[in-house]
C-alpha cells in the first residue's frame, strides 16, 4: 500500500435502504472500513447482494433518495463526503471521482456519438470547449486504446464492438482527469482479449497515479490488477489484505469457497459449489455475528453472535477459525466422465461447411462464418470459443434452425435440419432448446415462474390441470428451485434463480441438445459454480449433450469433452480439450490461452504494471 496519507479513506460505513413495507429496512452496508492511495488498486469482491455496488455508489453520492449513510469516517482527500450538498457533489462526480459502469451500452446515451459523450464532462466542468474540447476528445479515445479516434467519435453506441464501448465508457470517465476511479465490474461479458486490453489501460492509469477502485466478481482479473483486496459477504468486510495473500492463503471460509468456485484445471471432473450445510431454525445469525456462519460448517455459537478484533498484520479476517478448510466435491455432484469415443462417433448433430453472409453498409457483404464444419455426440458437451464477432451467436443460431446457411448443410438426429421448410422442422424443434446468456431478457416479465415453465410444457404436450402443474413442480425441483418460487416474477429472482428457470424451461421438452449462450458470463462467481454443477449433473442423468458457447476458457476447459476454436467467422482448430489446452496448435489458440487471467497469477497488483 502507499504509505502516504490515503486519497480515499473510509471507516464504519453503513448504509440502510427503507423497504418497500412501511417501516422496513434493508442494511446493505455494515460497518465497512477501507483505505486507497494514490496510484493503487483496490479490489473489492463477492457475490451479488454482498454489497460491492452499495459501497462504491455511496463514494459518488448516488445511492438515492431512499438510502441513508452514515459513517465514522468517509473522507476523500481530507474532505467529508456525507457533509456535500448536491451542488457539491455534482463538483466531484466527474472531475475528481470518476465511475466505470458494467454495460457500455446502457450506459453510454444512445442518441449521442461517442464524441459528444467524452465532451459532456469537459464542458459540464468547464475544463474545455470548441476546438479545444474536440482535440482533448481526440487525445482521450486514442489514450482509451481506441484507433482512428476521428472515426469512432463521430458514431453511436451501438456502431462499436463491445470492447470499444467499453473503452470508450473509460474515455468518458477519464475527461475529468480523476483522482480516483471507481469501476463497477468494467469486463464482465467480454471476450479475453477485449478484457486484456481493458484490464492493461486500467493498469496503465494506475502507474500513473489514479486511484482505482475495482468492483468485481471475477478473482482472475483481481489477480491480475490488484495491490489489495477486500472482500464483501452480507454487506460486512469479511477479509482484507495484500492481493497475494489473500489469493494465495485466505483465511476467512468464504474467501477459500469463492476461490475454490473458479474453474481450473483441476477442478475438471468435479463440482465447483460449496453445499450449504443443513441446518435448523436455532442457528439464526445475530446482528453482531459472521453473515457467512449460516452457510458455513464450521461456524459455533460463537460465530453467530460475535465478531473477533481483527489482527493488526494488514491481512484482516473476521472468523473465529481462519484457514478453515471447505468442503467442495460432493459425490452426487461428480461431473461426468468424457463421453466415450464411440458414442461421440454416431453424431447427434452433423454441420457440414455451413457458411452465412450478411449485407454491409456500404452496400456490399460480409461474411460472418465461413465453412464451417463440426459434430456432437450424443451425451457430449463441445465448447465453442472465439472473441467478439468470430461467429459464435450466428453459427448458434444455425444450429437452431433460426438462420438459414448459404452454403453448407446440418443434420440434426440423421434428418436434414437446415434448407427443410419449417412446417416440416417444427415437430422436432422440442427436440434441440437453448439457454441464453440473459435469461431475463427472454422472459415475459409480467408472467408467473410457473407460467413461463407451464408455457414450455404445453409445447410439449402435456394436458392442463395437475398434470401440468406437477410436471412444472418437478422441472423446478430438477434445477434445485423451490416450488414455491412459482409465484413470483422474474424480476423477483436472483441472477442464478432465473437462469436455473431458463434451464428448467429448456428441459420442459425433454431435449436431446441444448445450445448454451454464454450463459453464466453474467453471474457471479459462486453463482456460476451452482449453474455449472447443475449442469453436469443434468447431463449425468438426462444424456442430454451441449453446445456450450463462452468467451471464458477457464469455463470452456470445465465443462467440455471436445473444443472448437473460432476466428473471423472460420474454425480454426479443433480436438479434445486437453489437447487444444495444453497442446494447441493454431497462433490464435495459443493467443487466447496466453492472455487467459487466472487467480494464481497475483503478483501483488504488479501483473500487469511491471
Known amino acids: 500500500m502507499n504509505t502516504a496519507e490515503p486519497l480515499l479513506r473510509v471507516e464504519g460505513l453503513d448504509v440502510t435502504f427503507r423497504g418497500a413495507r412501511r417501516g422496513g429496512r434493508i442494511r446493505a452496508v455494515r460497518d465497512v472500513s477501507l483505505a486507497l492511495g494514490r496510484g493503487e488498486c483496490l479490489a473489492v469482491v463477492g457475490e451479488s447482494g454482498s454489497g460491492k455496488s452499495v459501497t462504491a455508489r455511496t463514494l459518488l453520492g448516488l445511492t438515492g433518495a431512499r438510502a441513508t449513510v452514515t459513517a465514522r469516517r468517509l473522507d476523500f482527500d481530507g ?48 475544463l474545455a470547449d470548441g476546438p479545444a474540447a474536440r482535440e482533448r476528445t481526440l487525445a482521450l479515445l486514442s489514450d482509451a486504446g481506441i484507433p482512428d479516434p476521428a472515426r469512432r467519435a463521430a458514431q453511436y453506441p451501438h456502431q462499436l464492438s463491445g470492447g470499444l464501448r467499453q473503452r470508450a465508457l473509460i474515455a468518458s470517465a477519464l475527461s475529468g482527469a480523476p483522482e480516483l476511479l471507481v469501476a463497477d465490474e468494467p469486463t464482465t461479458a467480454l471476450d479475453v482479449t477485449v478484457q486484456a486490453q481493458v484490464l492493461g489501460l486500467l493498469a496503465r492509469l494506475v502507474g500513473e497515479g489514479t486511484a482505482l477502485l475495482l468492483i468485481s466478481h471475477d478473482l482472475s482479473v483481481v489477480a491480475r490488477l490488484a495491490d489489495r483486496v477486500a472482500v464483501m459477504y452480507g454487506g460486512r468486510v469479511v477479509e482484507q489484505g ?19 468456485a473458479v474453474p481450473t484445471v483441476g477442478s475438471k471432473g468435479h463440482a465447483l459449489s460449496v453445499p450449504a450445510p443443513e441446518r435448523n431454525t436455532e442457528t439464526a445469525v445475530g446482528p453482531d455475528g459472521c453473515p457467512y456462519a449460516a452457510r458455513c460448517a464450521a461456524a ?24 478453515t478448510p471447505v468442503t467442495v466435491a460432493a459425490p452426487r455432484l461428480r461431473h461426468p466422465q468424457p ?33 464451417v464444419s463440426f459434430r456432437i455426440g450424443a451425451g457430449e458437451t463441445l465448447g465453442l470459443v472465439g472473441e467478439s464477432g468470430s461467429g459464435k451467436t450466428t453459427t448458434a443460431r444455425i444450429v437452431l434452425g433460426l438462420a438459414e446457411p448459404d452454403e453448407g448443410n446440418v443434420r440434426f438426429e440423421g434428418e436434414p435440419w437446415s434448407g427443410v421448410p419449417e412446417r416440416e422442422r417444427r415437430p422436432r424443434r422440442m427436440r434441440i432448446q437453448v439457454v441464453h446468456q440473459d435469461p431475463l431478457g427472454s422472459f415475459d416479465p409480467r408472467h ?122 472460420r474454425l480454426v482448430e479443433t ?7 495444453d497442446r494447441p496448435a493454431h497462433p490464435y489458440t495459443r493467443e487466447l490461452l496466453a492472455a487467459l487471467p487466472r487467480p494464481d497469477r497475483s503478483q501483488e497488483g504488479q501483473g500487469l504494471r511491471t
Open 339 to 371: 463421453v466415450p469415443t464411440k458414442a461421440a462417433d454416431s453424431a447427434l448433430l452433423e454441420v457440414q461447411g455451413v457458411s452465412k453472409r450478411f449485407p454491409a453498409p456500404d452496400g456490399g457483404s460480409y461474411t460472418a462464418v465461413d465453412d
Open 242 to 260: 495484500p492481493a497475494l495473500d489473500v489469493l494465495k492463503d485466505p483465511r476467512h471460509p468464504y474467501t477459500r469457497a469463492l476461490l475454490a
Open 300 to 323: 459455533d455459537t460463537r460465530c453467530r453472535t460475535e465478531l473477533p478484533v481483527p489482527r493488526g498484520d494488514g491481512h484482516a479476517t473476521l472468523c473465529w477459525h481462519p484457514g
Open 575 to 581: 480436438g479434445d480439450v486437453g489437447q487444444i489446452f
Open 79 to 126: 474532505a467529508d463526503l456525507t457533509a456535500l450538498s448536491d451542488r457539491q457533489w455534482r463538483a466531484v462526480r466527474g472531475r475528481r471521482i470518476g465511475l466505470v459502469l458494467q454495460d457500455a451500452l446502457v450506459s453510454l446515451d444512445p442518441l449521442r456519438t461517442v464524441g459528444a459523450e467524452v465532451r459532456e464532462t469537459l464542458r459540464t466542468h468547464s
Open 448 to 569: 408467473s415462474v410457473d407460467r413461463v415453465v407451464a408455457e414450455a410444457v404445453a409445447r410439449a404436450g402435456v394436458p392442463r390441470g395437475r398434470v401440468r402443474s406437477a410436471r412444472v413442480a418437478e422441472l423446478l425441483g430438477q434445477v434445485g428451485l423451490s416450488a414455491a418460487l412459482g409465484d413470483r416474477r422474474p424480476l423477483e429472482l436472483s441472477g442464478g434463480q432465473r437462469q436455473r428457470v431458463a434451464i428448467a424451461r429448456a428441459l420442459a421438452t425433454r431435449p436431446r441438445l441444448i445450445v448454451c449462450d454464454e450463459p453464466v458470463s453474467a453471474l457471479d462467481v459462486s453463482i456460476q459454480a451452482q449453474v455449472l454443477d447443475l449442469l453436469a449433473e443434468l447431463r449425468r442423468e438426462l444424456g442430454v449433450a451441449l453446445l456450450f458457447i463462452s468467451h471464458d476458457l477457464g469455463v470452456i476447459h470445465h465443462v467440455s469433452d471436445r473444443v472448437i476454436v473460432m476466428k473471423d467467422g
